[in-house]
């Protein structure tokens, strides 16, 4: 417990949450991209993201997921933010796609799982879902633009012959637990994508206190925001 009261794991993500803002702030202002780098041997027996951005990029990279992503994530590399994962920000030339993809969502506590209109025609958000899922990881669902009753594979996807049927099987699953699963909901038309991204933030952290305090246990911890 901290001298203010506030549990110590709690005071240490908030306060990190915190500077993340801050830094993000300074970042909009100065108009110049940030992409952190990690000292990997600073990291050392540590995994290296507490988050994992799942989006279909099309729709959401220049949005709400590069928002997210900047709230979250600290600034100057210095790790006292949340370490957040997302592909066009986290990855360098030379990364195997499917083996770094692998290793962060290993490494996450909570995943942020972007739900919009062209989410189900992307195999690699698919494959990510089933990966989350299948590692009993929290997840936030956010529907933006989507309703959950549209989360349906499309036909082109269940009747190509590139995917197997466990696949498909293993995409429709995923799809049914999120479904199942609390989330947060935006229309572009009508909404505040600044409190969008706000309440997105709140959500991770408070999931990952909660991962914190039950590490070590095998239940699974469904959303409930």
Do not use: W
């Not at 600073?42 to 590069?66: C, M, Q, S, W």
Request: glycine share 6%.
């Amino acid at each position: 417990m901290s001298s203010s009261g506030m549990p110590r794991s709690r005071c240490t993500i908030a306060s990190r949450l915190n500077a993340s803002a801050a830094a993000a702030t300074a970042a909009a202002v100065s108009g110049r991209p940030r992409r952190v780098e990690y000292d990997e041997e600073g990291l050392a027996g540590e995994p290296r993201y507490d988050v994992f951005i799942n989006h279909r990029g099309v729709d959401t990279k220049r949005t709400v997921a590069r928002l997210l992503y900047d709230r979250l994530v600290v600034g100057g590399g210095g790790g006292s933010g949340i370490r957040a994962f997302l592909d066009n920000m986290s990855m360098r030339p030379g990364d195997r796609l499917e083996d770094r993809i692998s290793a962060a969502i290993t490494d996450c506590a909570v995943a942020v799982a972007i739900f919009s209109p062209h989410y189900c025609d992307s195999e690699y958000c698919l494959r990510e879902l089933a990966m989350l899922v299948e590692s009993r990881k929290i997840i936030i669902p956010i529907f933006y633009d989507i309703k959950p009753s549209d989360l349906v594979l499309p036909q082109a996807v269940v009747e190509s012959t590139a995917h197997h049927p466990r696949d498909i099987e293993r995409f429709k699953f995923a799809l049914r637990e999120v479904k199942n699963t609390v989330g947060l909901t935006y229309d572009s038309a009508t909404g505040d994508l600044a409190e969008l991204v706000s309440s997105a933030a709140n959500a991770v952290l408070e999931r990952m206190e909660e991962s914190e305090i039950t590490q070590g246990r095998p239940a699974m911890i469904m959303s409930r925001l």
